[in-house]
């Protein structure tokens, strides 16, 4: 199945700095999602992004599918930005998306 | 974006009982949800796919026999946790797939459930 790999698997930040989250699929995909986990649990969609560039207020991600990567963005971070990003990605014909391992990140004040 | 909810949020159940978790889809109907599994600062564990009308898709390792899945309906899909023990303790997720485009589709998550066994 596919890999995925996340990094770096922790980022500290002071707030209103900004951050790049990394992640990294052995194979070829057509779904690929990040979400955030807040700290009651819930995942919240960030993107839908199998390929290109979108952006959403402070947040934007890029994948490279040719390259097998995707990036998420944040600029000038906020303490609600704490919590994990998990990147999800499902190859052609899978019917299921493999997460990372996701990054912790913690926005100091 | 989809709605998803779970209910319950949170159980506490005795060891040796069993367990429900309904999962729907609010605002769109999903032929598939998938029930994940969390332990603590760990990643999302895939469980279970789950087909409207069919048998349920269990990932290598998980007892079908323990964690009973039923999709009855285009909204509804069900994990029931029987003969829970404590080591079944954990945070169980759902998630369902609504489809944007041809052979394109985008996962929406429950709040999940936190089950504890005593």
């Known amino acids: 199945g596919i890999q995925v790999e996340q990094s770096p698997p922790d980022l500290i930040l002071q707030e209103g700095a900004n951050s790049t989250l990394r992640c990294n699929f052995s194979?070829?995909?057509?779904?690929l999602q990040w979400f955030h986990q807040n700290p009651w649990g819930q995942l919240i969609n960030l993107f839908y992004?199998?390929?290109g560039t979108k952006q959403n207020g402070r947040l934007s991600a890029t994948t490279v599918a040719t390259e097998r990567y995707s990036l998420l963005y944040i600029s000038s971070s906020q303490t609600t930005d704490s919590g994990v990003y998990f990147c999800a990605v499902g190859g052609a014909n899978a019917g299921k998306s493999t997460f990372g391992d996701g990054t912790t990140l913690t926005v100091k004040p | 974006g989809a709605v998803v909810s779970q209910h319950p949020s949170w159980v506490i159940c005795k060891s040796g009982t069993s367990v429900k978790i309904e999962c729907r889809s609010l605002?769109?109907?999903?032929?598939?949800m998938f029930w994940y599994r969390q332990f603590p600062k760990q990643s999302l564990m895939l469980m279970a796919t789950?087909?409207?009308?069919?048998?349920?898709?269990?990932e290598q390792g998980v007892e079908k026999d323990k964690f009973l899945i039923n999709h009855a309906s285009l909204t509804l899909s069900t994990l029931t946790v029987t003969s829970a023990h404590p080591e079944d303790s954990s945070f169980y997720i759902c998630s369902a797939r609504d489809y944007t485009g041809t052979g394109l589709y985008e996962q929406y998550f429950g709040p999940g459930t936190r089950l504890t066994v005593t």
């Open positions: 789950s087909n409207e009308g069919s048998k349920a898709t269990y």
């Open positions: 605002d769109f109907q999903a032929t598939t």
């Open positions: 992004i199998p390929s």
């Open positions: 194979d070829s995909v057509n779904n």
